[in-house]
């Protein structure tokens, strides 16, 4: 193999449209794309059996785009890339930047240590539309609030890379790789599926890949959108793009979506809904911001004076939220839209996730490590963030003494109670008005819907009332910590 030969390792960025790494690889000479399973130096955040799922697909849709040149392999990513070099005497190494504190350190190494043999390792930005380290405040130090952030910080920066066209393909190594009979594992040795076929449902919902994502974002664009402002908290329509998965693992850039959106709507490039969903992109971003500069808070609170909050971590209580199994319809419609398929609507994890800390004083964390396991798009910036931020510690978050009330959630937002019937079907048959609460319908509603309370459906798990009185209570150790 030729020494002008560069190696793509691919990672958060299973795309051959707008891939920087790809795309100046290719223009440099002959490319070898290699991906690798790299649960060593992962660890604890290693991928979660939903992501998966989701991750055994979308490199089988990579792989397919690349003619099935792609190199796939497990292990430590140094050692693998090393091994990779010897093999095909390769003078470069590319790839387009991840952000998740473990990420950073270990390419950091990776990057140093391949500078040092003479190798010519690049990284590039692909997967956020604004580095961590150009956005900072007057001081020079990070935001921690995110309206100034994004409207101060980011929209008063350069706009957003335009996106690049899809790489040539004539540049990917086939002859002279296979003349070298490189190993590489096929997708299914990776043993990305679960044992247990639970995911059928998830198989019925999702189109993993790049194409996939592409004709999500492009349905979403020609009709929901122009609806987003007013639909976006209603679980039982399709008010958002449910693209959280394609961004996480990079079969869309934030760039192509930004720059789709803003095309969209270029006859109102002001229009409400416009700037609503561009600032869910900035959220995004902000959450990735947050971690890169405080990489603490995968585990400890942001704000400190959370230490002094007693935990109950009752066992049974968490795994009756886990199950969708607490007596509260629309946590338990959450919970079970979770399992199931692999998604939860953004309203409705605000709302679970204030049951689970509030109403049953659940450390954050166990619910952060529950939602990183069962969702699709578990990100594990997001998701930290959006856990700190329910649970009153993280960084602009909600007010502790702001505990949903998830009756009042559910009349408000699933008023007909389509969303609760849709994976609550033992609540079916009660009338709107009780269906948020059924255990307050008389004896003979409750029969006619066929429903025993405790055993067709969970009594309530807590009384909502006192749980959120015992919460403020524990509360105030924090106040005066403040």
Not at 128 to 149: A, H, M, S
Not at 368 to 388: G, K
Request: include cysteine; aromatic fraction near 12%.
């Amino acid at each position: 193999m030729t020494e002008n030969s560069t190696i793509v390792w691919f990672r958060r960025d299973l795309r051959l449209r707008d891939n920087p790494a790809l795309y100046h690889a290719c223009q440099a000479g002959s490319v070898i794309p290699v991906f690798i399973i790299d649960d060593d130096d992962a660890g604890e955040f290693a991928t979660g059996e939903a992501s998966r799922w989701w991750l055994h697909h979308s490199l089988e849709a990579l792989n397919k785009s690349l003619d099935g040149k792609l190199i796939l392999r497990k292990g430590k990513a140094a050692d693998v890339l090393q091994d990779l070099l010897t093999e095909t005497n390769a003078r470069a190494v590319y790839w387009n930047r991840c952000y998740e504190p473990w990420q950073t350190e270990r390419d950091a190494l990776i990057k140093s240590a391949l500078r040092d043999k003479g190798v010519d390792a690049k990284s590039f930005q692909a997967n956020l539309l604004w580095e961590p380290w150009d956005i900072l405040n007057q001081q020079g130090t990070p935001y921690k609030v995110f309206t100034p952030y994004y409207r101060k910080g980011c929209l008063k920066a350069k706009e957003p890379r335009v996106p690049f066209g899809r790489a040539d393909l004539t540049a990917i190594s086939t002859q002279e790789a296979n003349s070298r009979n490189l190993e590489s594992l096929s997708v299914d040795e990776l043993g990305l599926m679960p044992s247990i076929e639970w995911y059928k449902e998830i198989d019925a919902l999702w189109q993993p890949g790049e194409e996939g994502a592409a004709k999500r974002l492009e349905l979403y664009l020609e009709n929901a959108a122009f609806h987003y402002r007013s639909k976006r908290n209603f679980p039982a329509v399709v008010g958002t793009s449910q693209l959280s998965p394609s961004l996480h693992f990079g079969e869309l850039s934030p760039n192509q979506v930004w720059y789709a959106a803003k095309h969209a709507f270029e006859m109102d490039i002001e229009d409400e809904h416009l700037d609503t969903y561009l600032s869910e992109l900035g959220w995004r971003e902000y959450s990735h911001y947050l971690l890169f500069h405080f990489p603490q808070i995968t585990k400890d609170n942001f704000n400190p004076k959370f230490d002094a909050f007693t935990w109950q971590n009752d066992p049974a209580l968490l795994r009756a939220w886990q199950s969708g199994q607490t007596g509260i319809p629309i946590v338990d419609a959450g919970m079970r839209e979770l399992w199931r398929t692999g998604y939860m609507h953004n309203r409705v994890r605000m709302v679970v996730g204030s049951f689970l800390v509030k109403n049953l004083r659940t450390d954050w964390r166990l619910g952060e490590a529950w939602f990183r396991d069962c969702l699709l798009d578990a990100d594990l910036p997001a998701n930290v963030a959006s856990w700190q931020w329910v649970a009153g510690s993280g960084a602009d978050a909600s007010p502790y003494f702001r505990i949903f009330n998830p009756v009042l959630q559910g009349e408000k937002f699933d008023a007909e109670g389509e969303y609760v019937k849709r994976y609550c079907p033992e609540l079916s048959k009660l009338p709107k008005k009780y269906i948020h609460k059924p255990w307050e319908a008389p004896k003979d509603v409750l029969k006619s819907a066929g429903i025993v309370l405790g055993i067709d459906y969970s009594e309530p798990i807590v009384d909502l009332k006192a749980s959120r009185q015992a919460a403020l209570d524990a509360y105030e150790p924090v106040k005066r910590a403040g």
